[in-house]
């Protein structure tokens, strides 16, 4: 009989212990995810030379042009499009702002159903301008297509553009962002420009992991170069202002459940890069905004462009 006081009284001091250490544990993981958030979230002012700086003082202020690839998102629920509309147009920075997306008309299960039609319609039904990415059943490299293929699939996707906008689209972005000559005259061909891009959220991939610990520190080294290029004259003002091209995947849920934050990363890094904005910093017109991308697209199939990342080191 003794023996059960002993036992009790002896869990009774184990408990407390494991209480305690489960706490530490606890306290030690709440410690390392506020390190780790505090450095995705530090910005630290990059600093620059005099001749950069005096050359800036000469340049507009930058303007985010918003670009979305590979839509319309295919789940039925929590879709990740749907989502990116709804903090596009309610947002605490500048409610209303007005992107481009490069669709993707016949997808499986997506664009080539009636409800993903009705998520373009959407789109456009609250000002946003579609542009082409591709019309085949998957994101497939329109260089590795069949010349029967690759016009198939231009013809079908500008088609589908003009049945749900009312007219053709006057932008293209290539999936991969790959091109050759013969593709580009394609394109040209049918009076689509092509538009790359400057700034990329390294979001392409939507299977497994999809966060980014890096969103903040990718985005200020990527609009560090790009602040040299402007202070160098070569991107071009349009309506007083200088398109800064930004490129996000609205099919990543990711993207889509972090949307504001990117819009305030994005703010953060011109602050930091000392890069001033405009008084809306990001478009909020579709007919500006069509303009702003005509600006910024390639003119010739030989012009030497700069790809974010590794897709200049991949495509050379």
């Known amino acids: ?16 212990s494991s209480q305690r250490h489960i706490k530490k544990v606890i306290s030690s993981l709440v410690v390392i995810l506020m390190t780790i958030g505090a450095t995705g979230c530090a910005i630290e002012p990059v600093a620059m030379s005099p001749q950069t700086a005096e050359r800036l003082k000469s340049q507009p202020p930058i303007r985010f042009l918003l670009t979305f690839d590979d839509g319309p998102a295919r789940p039925r629920t929590d879709n990740s499009t749907l989502s990116i509309l709804g903090t ?47 019309a085949t059943p998957h994101h497939a490299n329109h260089r590795f297509l069949s010349p029967d293929a690759f016009e198939q699939t231009l013809n079908d996707g500008i088609a589908d553009i003009v049945s749900i906008q009312g007219s053709p689209p006057k932008l293209v972005r290539p999936p991969f962002w790959n091109y050759d000559k013969r593709t580009f005259a394609a394109y040209q061909l049918r009076g689509m420009h092509m538009l790359l891009t400057d700034l990329s959220a390294n979001d392409g991939k939507i299977y497994g992991i999809k966060g980014s610990l890096r969103r903040r520190s990718n985005m200020l080294h990527l609009l560090t170069a790009v602040r040299e290029r402007i202070a160098a004259g070569e991107l071009p003002a349009v309506d007083g202002s200088i398109p ?17 934050e990117y819009l305030q990363i994005l703010m953060d890094c011109a602050q930091a890069v000392q890069l001033p904005t405009a008084v809306k910093p990001f478009y909020d017109d579709k007919a500006a905004l069509e303009r702003a991308a005509l600006a910024r697209s390639v003119r010739d199939s030989t012009q030497a462009v700069r790809l974010p990342g590794f897709w200049n080191w991949l495509w050379e």
């Open 1 to 16: 009989m003794s023996s059960l006081p002993v036992s009790f009284m002896s869990m009774r001091k184990v408990i407390p």
């Open 88 to 134: 596009l147009a309610r947002n605490p920075l500048q409610p209303g702002v007005k992107a481009l997306f490069f669709v993707q008309t016949r997808s499986a299960d997506a664009g080539e159903t009636e409800f993903g039609r009705d998520i373009l319609r959407r789109e456009v039904d609250e000002g946003h301008l579609l542009g082409f990415h591709t």
């Open 244 to 260: 800064v091209v930004v490129s996000f995947h609205d099919i990543n849920s990711y993207t889509a459940d972090h949307m504001a």
